[in-house]
C-alpha cells in the first residue's frame, strides 16, 4: 500500500508556506524540519509536556497533536514570530530575560507564545490564572515562579504601555 | 515516536466521510487528535488511513431543540466551555469542562472524541451517563441512537463498530427552578485522569426538599455509573450528609472497583463515596441560593 | 555569622542572565536544531524481556525497507569498541551500547537502525526480528543482594558490585554508652530529574582530518575521552561541540552509550548520524534513572536527643549496569553526618544490579536520599524523647564557633550558621502563628503537619570518592579550566571548556572577569571553544561551577590584571607599588594624570614590543586551570578523606494539611532558608533552589519508575511519570544569609542542587507529622495519594473498632 505525500500551504506567522509532507508528519516536525523554525520544542511526543506549543489562530495547542496536513488554512504562529526583528525582544521576552524565567530555555518559547495568549484575552490576570493558563506546560528547571513572575511583569508593563497584548 | 504511515483524507460531508469509513480496513476518524495522535505516536493504535471530520459544518454546533440541548459530535471543548446554551441548560456539562485536561488540549479535542474514546476516568462521559444523555451516530446511511449508558461498554471500549461515526450528544434540560450541580474529582495533579470522580445535579423544591437527583460516578469502574438507587433514596429528603453519606455507600458497596498503579479498589470506593457526598452538597447549597449557579 | 556583603562592583548584583535572549526568541541551539546535510537516523530495538539471551537477530525485513541503510547489533558493535568506562573495579560487568548476547532489562537497547528519517528508522525497528530466550530475572534490590538470586552478570558471580562498610570512629562504643538507640528503615524510591530534552547526539567522521564530530545534549565528566576511548579513537580525534545549548539535565545526560553507538556509525557508514530519543526510548532504555536506595538506620543518643553515634546501612539497587552511578553512594560521605555533630558513623555501601534500567547521577549524587535518612533519624529522636523537632535539631547543630568543622568520615566543613539561618525563616514564617494554623486545621478534621528538613549542599565536587570505593583509581585531580585573551582592539574574549544546561556560565564568568578587571561583564565576549581547542573541565556537576569556574576565570583574570599593571609599570618607569588599576587603566598613585589607558596597554602588548618589560610574551592570554581547594589527597587507609571543599545549608519549613478522606496531600506555606555564601547572580541562584524544590516535590509526591512484577516499566511516558506542573509547586520564599566560603575567591558556594537535597525529606517530614496523631508514618517516597487515603482509613477503622 502506497502512502502519499501532499501538498499543502501552511500559514505561519504571517507567511504562506507550501510544503510537501506525508500525512504521518506533525506540524511540529513539519515546522522544524522543513521550515527550520526550530524554537518549538520535543518533549514528550504525547501532548502531556507542552515544549511543542504552538498558537493556531492564538490559541495555544500542542503542535505534536496535530498534523502538518491539519493544520492548513489556520493562522499558525511559532516563537519566532513574535519576535520582533533581529536582535530585538518584544516585551514579553523582555520579561521573561528581566525575571530570568528560565534555564535551559526549553520550554520558554512555548510558555512565552502560552503567555501572550493569556494576556491577549485577559491583561490583568491573576496569579491563580496564570498557574491556570502555564499548567499545561512543564518546566523541569524553574519551579516555575520566575516564570510566572515574568508574565505578571509583562501584564503590567504591556498595560501601562498602553498596548493590547494583541493577537500576533 | 512517529506514527506508522498513513493516507489522510477530508471528506466534506458526513455522508462522504461514512462512505470513507465503510471502504476500508483499518480505517479511522479524527476530530481533535488529543488522544488518537499519543496513540499513534506509540503505534498502539496504526490506522490506514485517517479520515478527518473535524471541519466537517454539519457536526459543529449547539442548539436547543425543546427539552434538549444537542451538542455536534466535533464541537470544540473550549468551544462548549464558552457557550451560553451549555452554560445556561447543560450546567453540569459546563461545570465539568475545565477539568478536562489543559486548555490547549480542549482547544483542540472534541466533545464526540472524548466519548468515543471512552475513558473510564473522562469527565464528559461521566456528565453524559449521569444526566441520562443520548448519543447519535451514523453507520453507512442509517442513523441510529443510544442512551450513554448503554454506549458506554467498558475500558475504551464503545458499542459503535469501526464503521460508525458518532454525530451528536443530546442532552436533556432540566426546567426546575431551584438547580444546582456539582462535581469533584481525585487525581494525583489537577488535570491528570481522575482516580474517581462524582458529578450531581440536582433539583429542591421551594422547602428545600430534594425533588430530583442525578448522581454520576466516574473513573471507579471501568464505565461511568450512574446511580438511580441514590437518586430514588434521596428525593423527598433534605440531603442531610449522613443520610446521603450512607445511601452512597450501601449503593457502592457492591460494585467492582478497578485497581491500578495509582489505587486500590478500595481506595476507589471510599473516594467514590466522599466525592459523591462533596458533589450532593455543593449541588444542594447552589440550588438553595435560588437560581441554577455553576 | 554572617559577613557583611563585601562591596562588588558586579558580583552579587541583580544583573540579567544574558543567555536568556537566545532563549526567548527561540534561538538556542539544541542538539535536535543542529542540522548537517545528509544527516541519517536511528531508531532503536528495545527487548520487551527483563532478561533474556537474544538468540537471533533476523535483520532481512528491514534492510528490504527503501531507506534503511543498516541494522547494527551489539556482536558487530562490540568488535570495534571497548567496554564503557565503569567507575568501580567491575571488569566482569561490561557495559555497552547495545546489548551482546544477554539483554538485561526491559527496555535495552538491542539493534539500531539508521534510515533516511526517524518514521522510517522506526518502520524499520519494528520489522527486526529478535529471537529470544528469556531468562529469571530479579528486580528488587535486597532480593540481587541475598545470594541465591538470579545474577544479572553471570561472570561476575554476583549481583553486587560494592559492598564496603566503613566506621569512622568509636562507633561501638559510643552505642554502648549512650542510654538509647532507636532503629528504622525507610525507602528512596526510582525517580529522576527526566530533562524535558530528551538525549540526543548528532556524530559526522570527517576521513580526511580523521575527527569525529560530536553535538551532543551532554553533562558529562570527561565526554570527549571516553567517547575516544570506546570507539578506540586517538584523542585528538573527537571534537566535541560545546556550544551546544543542553534542555535540562540536573545530572542525568550523560549519554556515553549513545555517542559511541552514534560514533561508531558515522565512522561505519560514512553519514551523518543522528540518535535522537524519543521519550519511550529515553525512559526506559536511556539509562537516566535515579537512585532507589533503602536506607536501615540506627541512632544511638541520650536524654537530650543528641545523638552520639549513627550507623547507616544504603543499599541502592543500580540496574543493570554501571558507569558512576554507584558513586552515588560515595559522594554523600561528604556529608554523611549532614549538620550535626554527630561523634562516630558506620557506613555500610552496597550497591547491587538488577533487571531494572540502568542508574545515572542525579542532582546531588546521592545526597537528597542522605538528607532524608538523616532527617528522619532528627525526627525519630525526637518523637522518641517527646522533644520538638526543632529544638532537637538546635541541639544537634553544629554550632557557628565550631567552624570549620571536621566530620567523622574526614572531610572539614568550611563555613556556616545554622543556628542563623533557622531563627531568619522562624522569623519570617512566624513560626508560632504557622503552628497555630496547623492546629486550627486539625481542629477542622484536616490532617495538618509541619516539614522540617536542615541539609547541606557539598558543593566544589572532587572525585575522592573514585579512589575511596575503587582502591584501583588514584585519581585526586578534579579541575577547571578558563582562558581569557584581549584582542589588539581591546575586546575581551572568555573561552569556557564546557556545555551548560541553563545553569548561566557565560553569565557567572561574564561577572567574575568583569569584576576582576572592573569593567562592564556586558562587554565581555564569552565563548565555548570545541574540546579540541578547550582546557580542562569536569563538566557542570557535583555543584561546582560558582566555584571552580569561577575560580579559574577569576585567576586568568587576575594574571591579565598583573601583565597590564607591569606593561603599564614599566612604560612610565615606576615601581609596580605606585601603580593604580582602575577599570583597565593605570595610572600613577603620585600623579595621577601620568596614566596608559586601557587602549594603550592593549596596543603595548599586542604591537610595540620595544616597550614590554623584558621577559614579556607579546599578546594578551592567559589560562588558569584550577584545582579543586582543599582536594589532592588520597583517602587514608581507614576510608578518611577531605571530599568536597565547600558546604551550603539549607533549611525547608512546610505546612501542609491531607483531606482526611481522600489522602491528597496539599502544600500552603513553604520557605526556605539558604545560604550558599557569596551570591555571584541572586536571578540564578534563586532559580536553582526553586527549580530544585519543585523537584524535590515530584520526587516526594508524584514520581516513581514503577515496575510490575513481569519486569516491565509500567510509567513509561508522562501520563504515568507524573512531572509537577505549575499547580503542584506552591509559592516559596526564600530567605537568604551569607557565610562566605574562606576556599572561593569571592566566598562562593554552589548552589546547583539546592532545593532538592532538602524538599523531599521536609516533605516526608510534613507528612509524617500530619499523621502521626493516627498512630502512622510513611516510611518510603514517593508518599502517593491512594496510599496515604488507605493508610489513614485502616487507621480509623482501627480506632473506631477499639472504641
Known sequence: MSFEALRIELNVNGETRPVEVEPRTSLLDCLREQLLLTGAHAGCEHGVCGACTVLIDGTPMRSCLMFAVQADGYAITTIEGVTPGPGELSPMQDAFCETHGMQCGYCTPAMILTAHALLANNPAPTRAEIVDAISGNICRCTGYAQIIEAIVLAAERMRRLNQPASQP | MKPAAFNYARPKSLDEACAMLAEGDDVRIIAGGQTLVPLMAMRLARPKRLIDIARIPELAFVRREGDTVVIGATTRQCALEHDPIVRADVPLLARVLPFVGHAPTRARGTIGGSLANADPAAEIGLVAVTLGATLSYREGGATAEIPAAEFFEGPMMTALSATACLTAVRFPVWREAHLGTGFHEINARRSDFAFAAASAQLALDGDGICQRLALGIGAVTTVPLRLDGVSDALIGTRLEESTVRATVTEALAGIDPMSDLHCSADYRRRAAVTLAVRAITDAAKAASRGAHVL | ?803
Request: aromatic share 8%; glycine share 8%.
Open chain 3, 1 to 803: 555569622m554572617s559577613a557583611p556583603s563585601k562591596h562588588f562592583r558586579f558580583v552579587a548584583t541583580d544583573r540579567r542572565v544574558r543567555e536568556d535572549r537566545r532563549f526567548v526568541v527561540g534561538k538556542g541551539r539544541f542538539a535536535a536544531d543542529v542540522a548537517i546535510t545528509g544527516t541519517k537516523h536511528v531508531a532503536l530495538v528495545t527487548c520487551p524481556y527483563p532478561a533474556a539471551r537474544i538468540v537471533r537477530i533476523d535483520k532481512a525485513a528491514a534492510l528490504a525497507l527503501p531507506g534503511v541503510h543498516h541494522v547494527l547489533d551489539g556482536r558487530e558493535l562490540a568488535a570495534a569498541t571497548s567496554p564503557l568506562l565503569a567507575g568501580l573495579d567491575t571488569p566482569n560487568v561490561p557495559r555497552r551500547p547495545l546489548a551482546v548476547d544477554v539483554a538485561r532489562y526491559a527496555g535495552e537497547w538491542v539493534a539500531a537502525v539508521v534510515a533516511d528519517t526517524r518514521a522510517l528508522a522506526e518502520d524499520a525497528a519494528e520489522l527486526v526480528e529478535v529471537e529470544y530466550e528469556p531468562l529469571p530475572f530479579v528486580l528488587d534490590g535486597e532480593e540481587a543482594y541475598a545470594p541465591g538470586s538470579p545474577l544479572v552478570h553471570e561472570a561476575h558471580a554476583s549481583n553486587v558490585l560494592l559492598d564496603r562498610t566503613f566506621v569512622w570512629g568509636e562507633v561501638d562504643k559510643d552505642f554502648a554508652e549512650s542510654p538509647y538507640r532507636l532503629a528504622f528503615k525507610i525507602k528512596w524510591g526510582r525517580s529522576s530529574t527526566v530533562p524535558i530534552e530528551t538525549f540526543g547526539v548528532l556524530a559526522n567522521w570527517d576521513p580526511w582530518h580523521e575527527i569525529l564530530d560530536v553535538y551532543a545534549s551532554i553533562q558529562m565528566p570527561r565526554f570527549p575521552d571516553q567517547v575516544a576511548l570506546a570507539l578506540k579513537l586517538p584523542g585528538s580525534s573527537v571534537r566535541v561541540h560545546n556550544n551546544v545549548d543542553v534542555g535540562g539535565s540536573y545530572g542525568v545526560k550523560r549519554g556515553i552509550k549513545h555517542a559511541v553507538l552514534a560514533g561508531y556509525l558515522a565512522r561505519r557508514l560514512g553519514f551523518p548520524i543522528r540518535l535522537m530519543e524519543d521519550r519511550l526510548e529515553n525512559m526506559r532504555g536511556g539509562d537516566a534513572h535515579g537512585p532507589e536506595r533503602n536506607f536501615d538506620v540506627e541512632v544511638a543518643f541520650d536524654d537530650a536527643g543528641v545523638i552520639r553515634s549513627m550507623k547507616i546501612r544504603a543499599l541502592d539497587n543500580v540496574g543493570a549496569y554501571a558507569g558512576r552511578s554507584p558513586f552515588q553512594l560515595g559522594k554523600p560521605i561528604s556529608a554523611i553526618v549532614g549538620p550535626y555533630r554527630t561523634k562516630s558513623v558506620q557506613y555500610q555501601a552496597i550497591a547491587v544490579t538488577s533487571n531494572k534500567t540502568t542508574q545515572e547521577a542525579v542532582r546531588a549524587f546521592g545526597q537528597s536520599p542522605t538528607n532524608y535518612a538523616i532527617e528522619r533519624a532528627i525526627e525519630e529522636v525526637a518523637w522518641h524523647r517527646g522533644l520538638d523537632r526543632l529544638e532537637v535539631r538546635r541541639r544537634n547543630l553544629i554550632r557557628a564557633e565550631q567552624f570549620p568543622y571536621l566530620i567523622p568520615s574526614g572531610t572539614t566543613y568550611d563555613s556556616g550558621d545554622y543556628h542563623a539561618v533557622i531563627d531568619k525563616v522562624l522569623a519570617r514564617a512566624d513560626y508560632a502563628s504557622l503552628v497555630a494554623e496547623r492546629d486550627r486545621l486539625r481542629g477542622e478534621g484536616l490532617l495538618a503537619g509541619i516539614g522540617i528538613a536542615a541539609c547541606l549542599e557539598p558543593s566544589g565536587a572532587n572525585s575522592t570518592f573514585e579512589p575511596l570505593l575503587n582502591p584501583k583509581n588514584e585519581t585526586t585531580t578534579y579541575s577547571e579550566g578558563c582562558r581569557i585573551t584581549v584582542d589588539v582592539s581591546g575586546a575581551v574574549t572568555v573561552n569556557i571548556h564546557t556545555v551548560s544546561a541553563g545553569q548561566g556560565h557565560e553569565t557567572l564568568v561574564g561577572t567574575v572577569v568583569g569584576e576582576v578587571l572592573e569593567i562592564d561583564p556586558d562587554r565581555i565576549r564569552v565563548v565555548r571553544p570545541d574540546s579540541l581547542s578547550s582546557l580542562p573541565s569536569q563538566s557542570p556537576v557535583g555543584s561546582r561551577m560558582a566555584i571552580m569556574l569561577g575560580g579559574a576565570a577569576f585567576h586568568a583574570a587576575q594574571k591579565l590584571k598583573a601583565k597590564l599593571i607591569a606593561i603599564a609599570a614599566h612604560d612610565l618607569n615606576i615601581p609596580p607599588e605606585r601603580t593604580v588599576y582602575e577599570g583597565g587603566n593605570v595610572s600613577d598613585r603620585a600623579t595621577p594624570q601620568t596614566r596608559r589607558s586601557f587602549v594603550e596597554l592593549v596596543t603595548i602588548a599586542h604591537r610595540y614590543f620595544h616597550r614590554l618589560p623584558p621577559d614579556t610574551e607579546p599578546g594578551l592570554a592567559f589560562s588558569h586551570i584550577i584545582q579543586v581547594p582543599t582536594g589532592g589527597k588520597l583517602p587514608t587507609s581507614d576510608g578518611r578523606v577531605q571530599m568536597y571543599p565547600c558546604f551550603a545549608f539549607e533549611f525547608h519549613l512546610l505546612l501542609m494539611t491531607i483531606d482526611p478522606d481522600l489522602g491528597k496531600p496539599e502544600i500552603s506555606r513553604y520557605v526556605i532558608g539558604h545560604d550558599c555564601g557569596t551570591v555571584i547572580n541572586p536571578k540564578i541562584v534563586r532559580g536553582m533552589t526553586m527549580g530544585g524544590i519543585a523537584h524535590g516535590i515530584g520526587a516526594a509526591l508524584y514520581e516513581e519508575f514503577a515496575y510490575n512484577p513481569e519486569g516491565q516499566l509500567i510509567a513509561q511516558t508522562f501520563m504515568d511519570y507524573l512531572l509537577p506542573s505549575a499547580h503542584e509547586v506552591p509559592e516559596v520564599e526564600i530567605v537568604h544569609h551569607e557565610t562566605p566560603s574562606p576556599h572561593t575567591v569571592f566566598g562562593q558556594k554552589g548552589s546547583g542542587e539546592s532545593g532538592y537535597l532538602g524538599a523531599p525529606a521536609a516533605i516526608a517530614s510534613a507528612v509524617n507529622d500530619a499523621i502521626r496523631p493516627l498512630g502512622l508514618r510513611v516510611n518510603s517516597l514517593p508518599i502517593k495519594i491512594a496510599q496515604l487515603g488507605d493508610m489513614i482509613a485502616a487507621a480509623k477503622e482501627r480506632m473506631a473498632n477499639s472504641e
